[in-house]
């Protein structure tokens, strides 16, 4: 598995080596010894995931930009399996040299990378394609009264969207989530 790690330390990308002929393909999407060896090589913490979990969506849903805080802060493992998506990942850790910004990659059925999102980051994706199937691990188990969102749009973050002549599908909790100024953040 190749590791990359991206402009905002926490955030790693994996690509898994993938085995193909005629008949299809193979790869391992998960090693726990490989994933723990790649976090503290860099110094990060290693978690225990708990729940695994799988969304479908149509071209132009997004959902997002999502987190929850302590004690059930998540950190999240995703990936596509089916279609394309940009996933994004917005650094929410009030004392980080990164605060406030965000990391996007395109992750599709094809290329198979993983995004890596540790605890302290608003996360959020696009369906680039209908039938778009994600999955993703989580450090932590779902709490409503811990969930938080930023507006997916929002001007002080600017996400750059790949949006352009696309109908977007957004329910009503994402479209008044609140702004990133007045986001509750985490303090590392």
């Given at each position: 598995?190749?590791?990359?790690?991206?402009?905002?330390?926490?955030?790693?990308?994996?690509?898994?080596?993938?085995?193909?002929?005629?008949?299809?393909?193979?790869?391992?999407?998960?090693?726990?010894?490989?994933?723990?060896?790649?976090?503290?090589?860099?110094?990060?913490?290693?978690?225990?995931?708990?729940?695994?979990?799988?969304?479908?969506?149509?071209?132009?849903?997004?959902?997002?930009?999502?987190?929850?805080?302590?004690?059930?802060?998540?950190g999240k493992l995703v990936?596509?399996?089916?279609?394309?998506?940009?996933?994004?990942?917005?650094?929410?850790?009030?004392?980080?040299?990164?605060?406030?910004?965000?990391?996007?990659?395109?992750?599709?059925?094809?290329?198979?990378?993983?995004?890596?999102?540790?605890?302290?980051?608003?996360?959020?994706?696009?369906?680039?394609?209908?039938?778009?199937?994600?999955?993703y691990k989580t450090t932590?188990?779902?709490?409503?009264?811990?969930?938080?969102?930023?507006?997916?749009?929002?001007?002080?973050?600017?996400?750059?969207?790949?949006?352009?002549?696309?109908?977007?599908?957004?329910?009503?909790?994402?479209l008044l989530a609140c702004?990133?100024?007045?986001?509750?953040?985490?303090?590392?």
């Amino acid at each position: 598995m190749n590791i990359v790690e991206t402009k905002i330390k926490g955030l790693l990308i994996l690509e898994p080596r993938v085995f193909g002929d005629d008949r299809g393909w193979f790869m391992e999407s998960f090693n726990q010894q490989v994933f723990e060896k790649a976090l503290t090589d860099r110094g990060l913490d290693v978690p225990k995931f708990v729940q695994d979990n799988h969304s479908y969506s149509q071209k132009g849903v997004l959902r997002g930009l999502h987190y929850q805080l302590d004690p059930h802060a998540q950190g999240k493992l995703v990936r596509v399996v089916q279609g394309r998506a940009w996933d994004v990942a917005v650094d929410i850790r009030k004392d980080s040299a990164t605060f406030g910004q965000w990391v996007g990659i395109e992750l599709t059925g094809e290329n198979h990378k993983q995004f890596w999102i540790p605890a302290g980051f608003a996360h959020g994706f696009i369906a680039l394609e209908d039938n778009t199937q994600f999955l993703y691990k989580t450090t932590n188990y779902y709490s409503k009264k811990c969930e938080r969102s930023i507006v997916w749009n929002d001007k002080d973050i600017n996400i750059e969207w790949p949006i352009s002549n696309m109908k977007l599908k957004i329910i009503d909790k994402d479209l008044l989530a609140c702004s990133f100024n007045d986001a509750a953040y985490f303090t590392v």
